[in-house]
């Protein structure tokens, strides 16, 4: 056998070992959705519980939140402050409903409604959407948008007569 071919068939026998040895990420799209599922439940947990820091923890170092009336926020500091702000401003309980999800690679969405009540117990609903990456730490925020049904204050429309 020539040198050549010999040297070839020895690269070729070395690249499908290394790539056997490779760490196999899943890409098993029902599985991905399970594992965001029952992370981003932890936003509603902390949230709920007063943790600004576990609400952080959610949101990767570059993460944006684009909040309804307000600036840009950019990065897991600034995404921190903002909701230790909300808690301590509000301080009402929110709950989550995602009806729609999906992910591929290392890249997913959510999609859903939220509900709260106001400072006189009024209550809120709105939607939001969530971009997430999947890290070496697993699954984060990337990015994090919503709105309000109403906006705050106003009347609910009333049917025509």
Known sequence: MPHSKLRWM??????TAA?????????????????LAST??????????????GVAALYGEDAQLLPPGASLVNGRNA?????????????????ITSDA????GDWAWRSGSWSSQDAKG?????????VWH???????????????????????ALPAP
């Not at 936003?43 to 820091?53: L, V």
């Not at 999800?101 to 591929?104: H, V």
């Open 10 to 15: 020895l690269v070729l026998a070395i690249a």
């Open 19 to 35: 790539a056997g040895c490779a760490p196999q990420l899943s890409h098993d799209g029902a599985a991905d959705v399970d594992a």
């Open 40 to 53: 981003a439940a932890g936003w509603e947990k902390a949230y709920n519980a007063k943790d600004a820091d």
């Open 79 to 95: 995404i921190r402050d903002y909701w230790a702000n909300d808690i301590a401003g509000t301080g009402v309980p929110v709950t």
């Open 101 to 104: 999800s999906n992910a591929g």
């Open 122 to 130: 009024a209550p809120l609903t709105g939607k939001y959407v969530e």
């Open 134 to 156: 999947r890290t070496a730490d697993g699954w984060q925020i990337h990015r994090d948008i919503w709105n309000a049904d109403q906006a705050p204050g106003a009347s609910p």
